[in-house]
């Protein structure tokens, strides 16, 4: 059976505070030339000290629901990818849907990382095609400036608060518009390359992100590029096909490389990295929101969307917009 699940609308928040290269440069030992050169980010944006992660998380839903035109009483599924939640539990997700003043349905986060959006994308697909929801708020939020260690420069110059959602929903119609399909892994071995060194049952500490950063680049290259053509080649598509590819902003290296790999046309690739750094799973959402308010992404075309992390976990989802 035809999937007929299509992103109605998105909406994406980032805090006001912003924190260039060049303030950086003051607290450490890098440059903007060093950082740009490796990573191609200029600035990256800073959750203020009251902010939490469900503030981000409600203000990009807010405006997800105002672009979908629909009202938040529709929602029914609420689904927040994060590593950086408010609490151990309850879930940020909850706490979104008393924000919104829902009284419906359901909510929970997922964890996946990076590849986390992904992840979320995919369920809330599967639980309204098996009509178990009706409209679905899918949200990727992140305050990852609370797990950095900011005398680290190899890793604190990467990252960046945000938060991005979209509505899932169901047409009406028989449209082109639809989740086409969706591949998604993970391999546990490789779980010590990107985490965090802290947890409830480790030490009781949210602890600091740590990275090999030149393992992840090299499995993020042929991971992605691998999982792209699976993608493409199950729905009988060639690269050619693709109009856009939003990659998880994580650096402009890896995308550059993965799509050398692809042969894809790099103006092809959408990329917000120089101004919103490495917001983890809001990235996707959040560039996604960025293309179509500018009206760069239209109806009808056909996105790629594709996402590595920690686990490592990594992800690729092919729609018709």
């Not at 309850?90 to 008393?98: L, N």
């Not at 009206?295 to 990594?314: D, P, S, V, Y």
Request: proline share 2%.
């Amino acid at each position: 059976m035809k999937n007929n699940n299509y992103i109605v609308g998105s909406g994406g928040y980032l805090p006001k505070k912003i924190l260039t290269n060049y303030d950086l440069s003051k607290k450490i030992d890098t440059s903007d030339e060093w950082i740009t050169s490796r990573t191609g980010i200029k600035e990256r944006h800073i959750a203020d000290k009251n902010q939490l992660n469900s503030d981000l998380a409600f203000e990009a839903a807010k405006r997800a629901i105002k672009n979908s035109k629909i009202k938040a009483s529709n929602i029914d599924l609420i689904i927040v990818a994060t590593s950086t939640p408010d609490n151990t539990f309850p879930s940020t997700a909850t706490k979104v849907q008393a924000k919104l003043g829902i009284k419906k349905g359901f909510a929970f986060d997922i964890q996946a990382a990076c590849t986390g959006f992904i992840y979320a994308l995919s369920i809330a697909d599967n639980y309204l095609s098996n009509n178990q929801a009706t409209f679905a708020l899918v949200i990727g939020s992140e305050i990852f400036s609370r797990i950095l260690d900011w005398k680290d420069r190899s890793t604190c110059v990467l990252f960046g608060d945000g938060a991005g959602a979209i509505i899932l929903g169901k047409q009406k119609k028989n449209k082109k518009s639809r989740i086409i399909s969706t591949e998604l892994y993970s391999d546990g071995r490789f779980y010590n390359l990107l985490y965090v060194d802290g947890g409830v049952s480790l030490n009781q500490k949210a602890g600091y992100l740590k990275m090999n950063g030149k393992e992840v680049f090299k499995h993020a290259i042929t991971k992605l590029v691998k999982i792209v053509k699976l993608n493409l080649k199950k729905n009988n598509l060639k690269i050619n096909d693709i109009d856009w590819i939003i990659p998880h902003q994580a650096n402009k290296r890896i995308m550059v490389s993965t799509a050398k790999k692809l042969k894809i046309p790099f103006n092809k690739v959408l990329m917000t990295i120089e101004k919103h750094a490495n917001t983890s799973s809001a990235s996707i959402p959040l560039t996604l929101d960025f293309a179509i308010s500018k009206k760069i992404i239209k109806r009808n075309q056909l996105i790629l969307f594709e996402a590595i992390g920690g686990g490592l976990t990594w992800g690729c989802s092919l729609l018709k917009f």
